[in-house]
């Protein structure tokens, strides 16, 4: 199968695309991938082409069929050779997506390249077209041509996971750690501070493949589009991983640096978990519909637990840093009611069901969150019940050694049973009633924190409306809403609905002062008397009365060291973060 990839207008978005495979067959089906690994919803790339032809080697138009909304019936009854030829419009960026304009040529191929389903694992050409001053990122191995450059790939799977960036303006550098080669490439407007980029990317790589041993490939490369706007976004690739962040004047100073770096070491890991310790249901992917799985708290929680616990062990992160990223997990945990509704195995399951986003009221968990302290919940009892010989990385280690090398997925049961076979007890509970179940894990929490000499720490809401009235406020572009309600508080009972436009307060008009920290101080200021909400329900102006229960409903969540952690606890401290209690 051949890829022949190129533009005329770059400011229109579209790309032109032919692909071209000898036939032998009455009918072809040719194949546009529904969804991409690393992101378990349909994406229904399809919706993005505009123009689709077929033809034969001596360019006869051959008549053809959809059969579903992405896969194509051609008659290629007298062809030697079916040339598709189709544009795809790329106009938007992230860390998964295609984007073209006068500045770059970004390409995910799985977004849009066809290929032809029972020739999948047959190997792949690929020309792109593009200006001779264009460099390429990209983790796949390739050459110039006399019109841009030629990747060829041992099958389908590899071209589908081998984004690229081709620019004039990438900035690039690199670094060896444990003989692999690291690549950092940055496109859009950034400085980059090398020093200070190598510096940190060395010491996380070096303590990733030192603790996994081994590493799958010989190069990989962070690519990295920076955008002019607030953005956070990752995508994992078997040699790469394409990373969006922004705004790029705040790139290497203060929490967007700390991002850059959380989310490389997340993505980084996920070369083994997910590219290589792949859930069977995954080995290999279908990419014309759901591959439903119930291991995404493995897939992303353990991912998310390594990503930020690899870069305080490695000392990047210091205490604060790290902790302050655990408080994060911890906190949407708390805040999100769905935990009692649907297990974090079951949410798994069901992101092809509503994919990413926040979907109807405390109806789910975060896979990626409830994940990670789960996670941390095993390495603890991994630890605690091996007396510190074993932890969570011989499980990773293991799952790599004995499934991703050996060329096949793991099922729940493996991962379950490799969990056990390093605590050497049964890990049924967790299992049953936390992973599978609802059950709250306020005191599992508490039990893993306390092995390490550390605690969860609840304490009231500073906001008087949350902790005592029972419901959170956002300023959405310039309107006070209510974002979120504590199922059976005062606000609840009294008829407070999500979304709700908060007009004033005891016969006090609001106004949005973009953080909302007007209307706090106004509930504050009525704390001790009845409070009257007037509020817009769907254009209905209703009064809502509410009589403050005190420190009852939202609170903060931490994990901090006990000031009287025993001297065990300590060194169980010191064992899992290498660093001092």
């Known amino acids: 199968m051949k890829y022949i990839i190129s533009y005329e207008k770059p400011h229109n978005h579209y790309i032109d695309i032919e692909f071209i495979t000898s036939v032998s067959d009455e009918q072809t089906l040719v194949q546009l991938p529904a969804w991409r690994p690393g992101r378990y919803e349909l994406g229904n790339f399809a919706k993005n082409v505009q123009k689709w032809a077929?033809?034969?080697?001596?360019?006869?138009?051959?008549?053809?069929?959809?059969?579903?909304?992405?896969?194509?019936?051609?008659?290629?009854?007298?062809?030697k050779q079916l040339h598709i030829k189709y544009n795809y419009y790329a106009a938007e960026i992230n860390a998964g997506s295609t984007f073209l304009d006068a500045t770059q040529f970004y390409m995910n191929p799985v977004n849009c390249c066809v290929y032809v389903p029972d020739r999948i694992n047959e190997s792949c050409e690929m020309n792109i077209r593009v200006p001779d001053t264009y460099e390429l990122a990209m983790g796949a191995q390739w050459k110039k041509s006399e019109t841009g450059f030629q990747v060829v790939f041992s099958d389908f799977h590899e071209l589908a996971d081998s984004p690229f960036i081709a620019s004039d303006t990438l900035q690039h550098n690199q670094f060896v750690c444990e003989g692999v080669e690291?690549?950092?490439?940055?496109?859009?407007?950034?400085?980059?501070?090398?020093?200070?980029?190598?510096?940190?990317?060395?010491?996380?790589?070096n303590h990733q493949l030192e603790m996994m041993k081994d590493f799958p490939v010989?190069?990989?490369?962070?690519?990295?589009?920076?955008?002019?706007?607030?953005?956070?976004?990752?995508?994992?690739?078997?040699?790469?991983?394409?990373?969006?962040l922004g705004p790029g004047y705040g790139l290497m100073k203060g929490a967007l640096y700390e991002d850059l770096l959380g989310v490389s070491s997340h993505e980084l890991f996920h070369v083994w978990n997910v590219k290589t310790i792949r859930p069977i249901e995954m080995y290999p992917y279908d990419y014309t519909r759901e591959n439903y799985s119930k291991l995404g708290y493995v897939c992303e929680g353990l991912t998310t637990y390594y990503g930020d616990y690899l870069l305080f062990r490695s000392g990047v992160f210091n205490e604060q840093q790290y902790f302050q990223t655990f408080d994060e997990r911890l906190q949407k945990h708390f805040d999100n009611f769905g935990r009692f509704n649907l297990s974090v195995a079951d949410s798994s399951f069901d992101t092809w069901l509503d994919g990413y986003a926040p979907g109807i009221p405390n109806r789910k968990t975060n896979i990626y969150d409830e994940g990670n302290l789960l996670a941390f919940v095993t390495d603890m009892f991994i630890r605690k019940n091996s007396k510190n010989e074993y932890s969570l990385d011989d499980v990773m280690r293991h799952l790599y050694q004995e499934f991703a090398l050996k060329g096949k997925g793991y099922s729940e049961e493996d991962y379950k049973g490799c969990v056990e076979h390093y605590a050497n007890t049964s890990y049924d509970t967790i299992f049953n009633d936390y992973i599978h179940g609802i059950k709250n894990f306020e005191s599992l929490l508490q039990e893993a924190m306390d092995h390490v000499g550390c605690e969860l720490s609840l304490t009231p809401s500073s906001k008087f409306h949350e902790s005592s009235l029972g419901f959170k406020v956002l300023d959405m572009?310039?309107?006070?809403?209510?974002?979120?309600?504590?199922?059976?508080?005062?606000?609840?009972?009294?008829?407070?609905?999500?979304?709700?436009?908060?007009?004033?307060?005891?016969?006090?008009?609001?106004?949005?002062?973009?953080?909302?920290?007007?209307?706090s101080e106004w509930c504050s200021y009525f704390s001790k008397e009845a409070i009257e909400l007037t509020v817009s329900t769907m254009g209905i102006i209703k009064k809502i009365q509410l009589k403050a229960d005190p420190n009852k409903y939202y609170k903060i969540a931490q994990i901090k060291k006990k000031t009287g952690a025993t001297d065990e606890q300590k060194r169980n401290f010191e064992n899992w973060s290498k660093n001092k209690f």
């Open 477 to 519: 572009a310039g309107v006070l809403k209510v974002s979120a309600i504590y199922p059976d508080s005062v606000s609840d009972k009294a008829g407070l609905s999500l979304n709700d436009e908060l007009l004033a307060i005891n016969h006090i008009q609001l106004k949005a002062d973009g953080s909302g920290t007007g209307f």
């Open 182 to 205: 690291f690549n950092l490439w940055f496109q859009g407007e950034c400085k980059p501070d090398w020093s200070k980029l190598n510096t940190d990317f060395i010491k996380f790589c």
């Open 54 to 79: 077929a033809f034969d080697e001596k360019g006869n138009a051959l008549s053809f069929k959809k059969k579903t909304k992405d896969l194509w019936e051609v008659q290629t009854k007298n062809a």
């Open 218 to 244: 010989k190069a990989y490369h962070f690519l990295f589009q920076i955008l002019p706007y607030k953005t956070y976004h990752g995508v994992e690739h078997i040699t790469s991983t394409v990373i969006a």
